[in-house]
Protein backbone atom coordinates (compact mmCIF):
# COMPACT_ATOMS: atom_id res chain seq x y z
CA UNK A 1 0.00 0.00 0.00
CA UNK A 2 1.57 3.16 -1.40
CA UNK A 3 1.80 6.24 0.59
CA UNK A 4 0.78 8.42 -2.53
CA UNK A 5 -2.77 6.95 -4.26
CA UNK A 6 -2.31 6.81 -8.14
CA UNK A 7 -5.07 4.99 -10.58
CA UNK A 8 -3.30 1.98 -11.69
CA UNK A 9 -4.25 2.27 -15.10
CA UNK A 10 -5.21 5.35 -17.38
CA UNK A 11 -6.20 4.98 -21.58
CA UNK A 12 -6.22 7.14 -24.70
CA UNK A 13 -6.04 7.08 -28.05
CA UNK A 14 -3.28 9.04 -30.11
CA UNK A 15 -3.99 13.06 -29.97
CA UNK A 16 -6.10 12.81 -26.82
CA UNK A 17 -5.12 14.20 -23.14
CA UNK A 18 -4.81 12.22 -20.33
CA UNK A 19 -4.45 13.07 -16.89
CA UNK A 20 -2.79 11.21 -14.14
CA UNK A 21 -3.49 11.54 -10.14
CA UNK A 22 -1.39 11.50 -7.48
CA UNK A 23 -3.15 11.98 -4.14
CA UNK A 24 -1.58 12.35 -0.62
CA UNK A 25 -2.13 14.00 3.07
CA UNK A 26 -0.74 17.10 4.99
CA UNK A 27 2.67 15.55 5.48
CA UNK A 28 3.73 14.62 1.80
CA UNK A 29 2.08 16.61 -0.77
CA UNK A 30 0.28 18.87 1.12
CA UNK A 31 3.90 20.05 1.90
CA UNK A 32 6.47 19.26 -0.53
CA UNK A 33 7.14 19.34 -3.93
CA UNK A 34 5.56 17.03 -6.36
CA UNK A 35 7.88 15.01 -8.63
CA UNK A 36 6.84 12.52 -12.05
CA UNK A 37 8.72 9.76 -13.68
CA UNK A 38 8.27 7.77 -17.21
CA UNK A 39 9.22 4.12 -16.51
CA UNK A 40 10.19 2.32 -20.24
CA UNK A 41 10.13 -1.41 -19.34
CA UNK A 42 13.91 -2.24 -19.25
CA UNK A 43 15.31 1.11 -19.30
CA UNK A 44 16.20 3.82 -15.61
CA UNK A 45 13.38 5.88 -15.11
CA UNK A 46 12.77 9.10 -16.64
CA UNK A 47 12.60 12.53 -14.60
CA UNK A 48 9.36 14.30 -15.99
CA UNK A 49 8.57 16.75 -14.22
CA UNK A 50 10.40 18.62 -11.33
CA UNK A 51 8.68 21.14 -8.43
CA UNK A 52 5.05 20.26 -9.34
CA UNK A 53 5.29 21.92 -12.24
CA UNK A 54 8.84 22.34 -14.16
CA UNK A 55 9.97 20.04 -17.09
CA UNK A 56 13.79 19.05 -17.74
CA UNK A 57 15.31 19.77 -21.07
CA UNK A 58 14.01 17.68 -23.28
CA UNK A 59 10.83 17.09 -21.90
CA UNK A 60 8.31 18.17 -24.61
CA UNK A 61 5.81 20.72 -23.70
CA UNK A 62 3.25 18.40 -24.20
CA UNK A 63 3.65 16.80 -20.51
CA UNK A 64 2.66 19.16 -17.66
CA UNK A 65 2.27 19.06 -13.68
CA UNK A 66 0.43 20.56 -11.79
CA UNK A 67 -0.57 20.50 -7.72
CA UNK A 68 -3.37 21.70 -5.19
CA UNK A 69 -3.44 21.00 -1.66
CA UNK A 70 -2.52 17.59 -0.90
CA UNK A 71 -3.00 16.32 -4.67
CA UNK A 72 -0.87 16.68 -8.00
CA UNK A 73 -1.60 15.87 -11.47
CA UNK A 74 -0.20 15.19 -14.63
CA UNK A 75 -1.28 15.53 -17.89
CA UNK A 76 -0.18 14.93 -21.32
CA UNK A 77 -1.70 16.05 -24.03
CA UNK A 78 -0.86 15.35 -27.95
CA UNK A 79 -1.02 11.46 -26.98
CA UNK A 80 1.30 9.41 -28.78
CA UNK A 81 2.47 5.96 -29.16
CA UNK A 82 5.37 6.43 -27.34
CA UNK A 83 3.92 7.47 -24.31
CA UNK A 84 2.63 4.41 -23.47
CA UNK A 85 4.58 3.44 -20.32
CA UNK A 86 4.29 3.27 -16.42
CA UNK A 87 4.61 6.60 -14.48
CA UNK A 88 5.01 7.60 -11.27
CA UNK A 89 4.45 10.69 -8.61
CA UNK A 90 6.76 10.99 -5.71
CA UNK A 91 7.72 13.45 -3.07
CA UNK A 92 9.25 14.53 -0.05
CA UNK A 93 6.99 13.38 3.31
CA UNK A 94 8.24 14.82 6.59
CA UNK A 95 7.04 12.18 9.14
CA UNK A 96 9.06 9.74 10.33
CA UNK A 97 12.22 12.10 10.23
CA UNK A 98 11.20 12.63 6.24
CA UNK A 99 11.51 10.30 3.83
CA UNK A 100 10.83 10.02 0.14
CA UNK A 101 7.77 8.30 -0.98
CA UNK A 102 6.62 7.00 -4.82
CA UNK A 103 3.13 6.37 -5.48
CA UNK A 104 2.44 2.55 -6.99
CA UNK A 105 2.35 3.80 -10.40
CA UNK A 106 -0.22 4.32 -13.10
CA UNK A 107 0.42 1.93 -16.66
CA UNK A 108 -1.09 4.48 -19.51
CA UNK A 109 -2.05 2.53 -22.68
CA UNK A 110 -2.28 4.37 -25.48
CA UNK A 111 -5.62 2.48 -27.27
CA UNK B 1 28.25 13.84 -18.44
CA UNK B 2 27.57 12.57 -14.98
CA UNK B 3 26.92 9.10 -15.23
CA UNK B 4 26.04 6.03 -12.44
CA UNK B 5 26.75 2.71 -12.81
CA UNK B 6 25.90 0.06 -10.24
CA UNK B 7 27.70 -3.19 -9.42
CA UNK B 8 27.66 -6.37 -7.12
CA UNK B 9 26.74 -9.80 -7.24
CA UNK B 10 23.01 -10.44 -8.60
CA UNK B 11 22.35 -13.59 -6.87
CA UNK B 12 22.37 -13.61 -2.96
CA UNK B 13 21.47 -16.30 -0.37
CA UNK B 14 18.32 -16.01 2.04
CA UNK B 15 19.43 -14.52 4.98
CA UNK B 16 22.63 -13.14 3.94
CA UNK B 17 23.73 -9.41 2.82
CA UNK B 18 22.92 -7.79 -0.55
CA UNK B 19 25.86 -5.53 -1.02
CA UNK B 20 25.84 -3.07 -4.14
CA UNK B 21 28.28 0.07 -5.08
CA UNK B 22 27.35 2.61 -7.43
CA UNK B 23 30.42 4.47 -9.23
CA UNK B 24 30.00 8.25 -10.14
CA UNK B 25 32.10 9.34 -13.06
CA UNK B 26 32.08 12.43 -15.32
CA UNK B 27 31.70 14.26 -11.65
CA UNK B 28 32.30 14.65 -7.99
CA UNK B 29 30.32 12.67 -5.59
CA UNK B 30 31.67 15.46 -3.00
CA UNK B 31 28.85 18.18 -4.37
CA UNK B 32 27.25 20.27 -1.78
CA UNK B 33 24.62 20.61 -4.19
CA UNK B 34 23.41 17.03 -4.42
CA UNK B 35 22.53 13.54 -2.17
CA UNK B 36 23.06 10.33 -3.86
CA UNK B 37 20.27 7.78 -3.94
CA UNK B 38 19.42 3.92 -4.49
CA UNK B 39 16.14 3.19 -5.31
CA UNK B 40 14.27 -0.45 -6.26
CA UNK B 41 11.42 -2.46 -7.86
CA UNK B 42 10.68 -5.85 -7.48
CA UNK B 43 9.18 -7.56 -10.32
CA UNK B 44 6.01 -6.45 -11.58
CA UNK B 45 5.80 -3.46 -8.55
CA UNK B 46 6.17 0.05 -8.51
CA UNK B 47 9.47 1.81 -7.15
CA UNK B 48 10.46 1.70 -3.59
CA UNK B 49 13.00 4.34 -2.35
CA UNK B 50 15.63 2.95 -0.10
CA UNK B 51 17.43 5.65 1.22
CA UNK B 52 20.21 8.59 0.40
CA UNK B 53 23.54 9.75 1.37
CA UNK B 54 25.57 13.00 1.32
CA UNK B 55 29.21 12.91 0.95
CA UNK B 56 29.69 14.12 4.21
CA UNK B 57 28.20 10.63 5.29
CA UNK B 58 24.57 12.06 6.47
CA UNK B 59 21.89 9.87 5.83
CA UNK B 60 18.22 9.10 5.19
CA UNK B 61 16.34 5.92 5.19
CA UNK B 62 13.14 4.35 4.27
CA UNK B 63 11.56 3.51 7.29
CA UNK B 64 10.21 0.63 6.32
CA UNK B 65 13.65 -0.68 5.47
CA UNK B 66 15.88 1.63 8.29
CA UNK B 67 16.58 -1.47 10.43
CA UNK B 68 18.26 -3.68 7.50
CA UNK B 69 20.11 -0.75 5.66
CA UNK B 70 23.23 1.03 5.61
CA UNK B 71 24.12 3.38 2.86
CA UNK B 72 28.00 4.38 2.90
CA UNK B 73 30.31 6.52 0.67
CA UNK B 74 33.99 6.66 -0.66
CA UNK B 75 34.86 10.20 -1.88
CA UNK B 76 37.86 8.90 -2.97
CA UNK B 77 36.41 6.44 -4.88
CA UNK B 78 33.63 8.19 -6.17
CA UNK B 79 31.27 5.67 -4.70
CA UNK B 80 28.47 4.91 -3.04
CA UNK B 81 26.77 1.75 -1.33
CA UNK B 82 24.59 -0.26 -0.79
CA UNK B 83 24.14 -2.73 2.16
CA UNK B 84 20.99 -4.72 2.99
CA UNK B 85 20.72 -7.51 5.79
CA UNK B 86 18.92 -10.42 6.24
CA UNK B 87 17.77 -10.59 2.77
CA UNK B 88 14.58 -12.76 1.81
CA UNK B 89 12.91 -13.58 -1.68
CA UNK B 90 10.59 -10.23 -1.12
CA UNK B 91 13.94 -8.47 -1.40
CA UNK B 92 14.39 -9.25 -5.45
CA UNK B 93 14.43 -6.32 -7.40
CA UNK B 94 16.16 -4.03 -9.88
CA UNK B 95 18.07 -1.90 -8.07
CA UNK B 96 18.66 1.71 -9.25
CA UNK B 97 20.99 4.47 -8.01
CA UNK B 98 20.75 8.02 -9.00
CA UNK B 99 22.03 11.40 -7.98
CA UNK B 100 19.36 13.20 -5.47
CA UNK B 101 18.93 17.41 -5.79
CA UNK B 102 18.82 18.78 -2.29
CA UNK B 103 15.94 21.80 -1.80
CA UNK B 104 16.56 21.72 1.76
CA UNK B 105 15.65 18.32 2.08
CA UNK B 106 16.98 16.08 -0.48
CA UNK B 107 13.82 15.47 -2.94
CA UNK B 108 13.21 12.94 -4.85
CA UNK B 109 14.70 14.73 -7.94
CA UNK B 110 16.74 11.46 -9.13
CA UNK B 111 18.73 12.74 -12.25
CA UNK B 112 20.61 10.71 -13.67
CA UNK B 113 19.69 7.48 -13.00
CA UNK B 114 21.73 4.29 -13.35
CA UNK B 115 21.02 1.37 -15.55
CA UNK B 116 19.82 -0.90 -12.91
CA UNK B 117 20.94 -4.23 -11.79
CA UNK B 118 18.76 -7.03 -10.86
CA UNK B 119 19.73 -8.92 -8.10
CA UNK B 120 17.54 -11.97 -6.95
CA UNK B 121 17.54 -13.69 -3.38
CA UNK B 122 17.20 -17.77 -3.73
CA UNK B 123 18.64 -20.41 -2.37
Known amino acids: QSVLTQPPSASGTPGQRVTISCSGS????????VYWYQHLPGTAPKLLIY???QRPSGVPDRFSGSKSGTSASLAISGLRSEDEADYYC????????????FGGGTKLTVL | QLQLQESGPGLVKPSETLSLICTVS??????????WGWIRQPPGKGLEWIGS???????HYNPSLKSRVTISVDTSKDQFSLKLSSVTAADTAVYYC???????????????WGQGTLVTVSS
Open chain 2, 98 to 112: ARVRIVVVPVPEFDP
Open chain 2, 26 to 35: GGSISSSSYY
Open chain 2, 53 to 59: IYYSGST
Open chain 1, 26 to 33: SSNIGSNY
Open chain 1, 51 to 53: RNN
Open chain 1, 90 to 101: ATWDDSLSGHVV
